[in-house]
């Protein structure tokens, strides 16, 4: 049965969005003396709200969503869907540094959850634009890593906290939803 139907609705809309660089996860930016791009730069879908937040200097999988118990149940960390982030980060991960990650790292707010992390090769993305700075006697590296809490700028933080700091963040997906395929400033619509 979908989440919809459980609800009383036939079927809820569900956005999958990739979020390109520098903008906002909302659909209006009140207060900013600069111009910004929002959601609404993109996206003209009636009625659906962002499930959970992807900050404007992170790419990748934004969730959307017309159903305010599915977009609950994504975005509350209560329920623990686990998130998969594309890390590229400054410095030569090795095995200490990945194991401090896998059992959770203590920040100012608290000790995380552990993360799934590994180093991957570098993934075939879209450009970034801006690109990152490259420092040309500093190597980057890439980690897939995944959390199932949602903390405010919680992976750049984690990686921080180990001596890793981000240099690019993709989210790439959300449970079983990717943005595998969809460009950036594009979206799938599905139903659920």
Known sequence: MAAAE??????ARLLLFNKPFGVLSQFTDRGSPTVRSTLSDFIAVKGVYPAGRLDRDSEGLLLLCDDGRLQARIA????????TYLVQVEGDPQEPELERLRQGVQLK?????P?????IDEPDLWLRDPPIRQRKAIPDNWLKLTIREGRNRQVRRMTAAV???????VRWSIGDWSVAGIAPGRFEQLSV
């Not at 459980?6 to 079927?11: D, E, H, T």
């Open 6 to 11: 459980r609800y009383g609705r036939s079927m």
């Open 76 to 83: 509350d960390p209560r329920f623990k869907m686990p998130k």
């Open 109 to 113: 707010d608290g000790m995380t959850l």
């Open 115 to 119: 993360a799934d992390v590994a180093r």
């Open 163 to 169: 001596g890793l700091p981000t240099l690019r963040l």
